[in-house]
């Protein structure tokens, strides 16, 4: 596991009229081994910590597995799995169960089947459910009598182009769901997402169609017995596309919905009637759309990638009013090339964002990625970025020319590194890492990298790490 620090700082004279900077992001993480990996969804957990499905490959010409890593709120492995079944097989999905386990949702690489594996809360497997019949699954919720529903297509079936399985606490089937195109009117569909009605015993899918001439974007509610009672189709009359998850806000269903260069977030009724569409000021030309969450100040957060410098690809998040106004926009170089998954806006005021990263593309040697930023920053010109309380850390003089000292404390003897980064999140000076006695301590940084070469004016960042763990980080401004 690599670790790759990154903060993304304001460090200039801003004025008041500015509404809100966009989040800093604390550090991006890397999981996996020397071949290709990858992460396609995040929770948190109830405990407060992170868990993140994907797949894993153990050696070059090997099989794609099913990988889940659990985390603390820092990025920190508390356990990781990976389960070989000599087929390509990847958790697209995962939930957390009601009696404190974890579902995942397993797609198997051109295989007519679909897989459930449950597992405790140390990852160990209880029981795996195979599928036969039932591919390309999409999503899962657990029902409100801790059974679960889950949707997938059949992307070569014109008759039956997609289904709904009800399965009980052990994976059994409950009842089946088949739907043709005569019954929904859906030519091709696409479904994307699944969430239960938090208001009734009713449940949520979305997805796009394509009717021949163009895409667009269907809303249909089930009931209990996965029988449809109603659905809506947003026709534009050119290509829309229903973009990632459904969101429920109080009695209504939104949408991000995307096409023809243009954002929108529509808003559906629990009975199936168009309410209003806002029209999104989206800062980027995005390459994909994959997540959206409301924010907690009102408002909305996207997450997508775009293009930047050529091939360079990288993740982005937005945040907009209720009202579609920009509020915020940055975009996070991790890596040569991202692919965004999925994000978690956290009981912390935390977002964490996950999905592949590749740092030579194209290659078959991609990590998994979990990025977490920091959002309400109380000044931009407040040199603290995060600390423990229990580690004092600071830096005089600053701003400084040509050397400055830092000095901290620690409560016990501890091993301590302390290592100082530029603005891309690059490490260029080591200046400590060793076993060092509890109190204060004290580092002269001359402005020198690695190297001995003198590095450029500008801001930087210092990082103090305990046994391993990210205590402190803060910021310095080198003037010449």
């Given at each position: ?278 029209n999104i000021e989206c800062p980027y030309d995005l390459h994909t759309c994959d997540d959206f969450k409301i924010a907690q100040n009102q ?102 020319n040509p050397t400055t000292t830092i000095s901290f404390s620690i409560p016990e003897e501890e091993i301590v590194e302390l290592s100082v980064?530029?603005?891309k999140g690059q490490k260029i000076k080591s200046l400590l890492n060793n076993q060092i006695v509890e109190g204060e301590h004290s580092i ?37």
């Open positions: 596991m690599i670790r790759y620090f990154f903060i993304f700082i304001l460090f200039t004279f801003i004025s008041p009229v500015f509404a809100q900077n966009p989040p800093f992001l604390l550090w991006s993480e890397l999981y996996g081994g020397d071949h290709s990996d990858g992460f396609d969804c995040v929770i948190e957990t109830s405990d407060g910590n992170l868990l993140m499905c994907g797949y894993n490959k153990l050696t070059s010409g090997g099989w794609y597995n099913i990988y889940i890593v659990k985390t603390d709120a820092d990025g920190v492995i508390e356990w990781e799995q990976c389960y070989p079944y000599y087929r390509h097989t990847r958790a697209i999905q995962v939930i957390e169960t009601s009696d404190g386990d974890f579902l995942l949702l397993v797609e198997v690489d051109n295989q007519d089947e679909t897989w459930l594996m449950k597992v405790d809360s140390m990852g160990n497997e209880i029981w795996t459910q195979l599928y036969l019949g039932y591919e390309y699954p999409k999503s899962i919720v657990e029902t409100e009598n801790n059974e679960f529903i889950l949707i997938g297509d059949h992307y070569d079936t014109d008759f039956y182009p997609f289904w709904i399985l009800r399965v009980d606490s052990d994976g059994e089937i409950v009842w089946v769901q088949l739907y043709n195109r005569f019954q929904t009117g859906l030519e091709y569909p696409i479904l994307i997402s699944l969430i239960k009605n938090d208001n009734s015993n009713g449940y949520l899918l979305s997805g796009h169609n394509y009717n021949y001439s163009y895409y667009e974007t269907f809303l249909i509610r089930i009931n209990n017995l996965g029988e449809i009672d109603w659905y809506y189709m947003h026709e534009t009359n050119h290509h829309n596309y229903t973009a990632c998850n459904i969101i429920q806000d109080e009695s209504e269903f939104l949408l991000w919905i995307f096409g023809e260069g243009n954002n929108w977030i529509v808003a559906i009724d629990e009975n199936g009637n168009y309410v209003n569409s806002v408002g909305y957060i996207f997450l997508g990638c775009a293009f930047f410098s050529g091939s360079n690809r990288d993740f982005v998040l937005f945040q907009t009013s209720e009202n579609g106004e920009l509020d915020w926009q940055d975009h996070y170089d991790i890596s040569t090339y991202e692919q965004p998954s999925s994000l978690v806006l956290s009981n912390s005021n935390d977002i964490y964002v996950v999905g592949i990263s590749d740092e030579d593309p194209p290659s078959y040697s991609t990590d998994g990625f979990l990025s977490k930023l920091q959002i309400d920053i109380n000044s931009a010109n407040n040199n603290l970025i995060s600390l423990n309380n229990s580690y004092d850390i600071s830096n005089y003089p600053n701003p400084f980064y530029n603005i002269v940084w001359n402005g020198e990298d690695d190297s001995g070469k003198k590095v450029g004016s500008g801001v930087y960042l210092y990082k103090l790490k305990v046994n391993g763990r990210i205590e402190a980080v803060k910021k310095c401004l080198l003037l010449k």
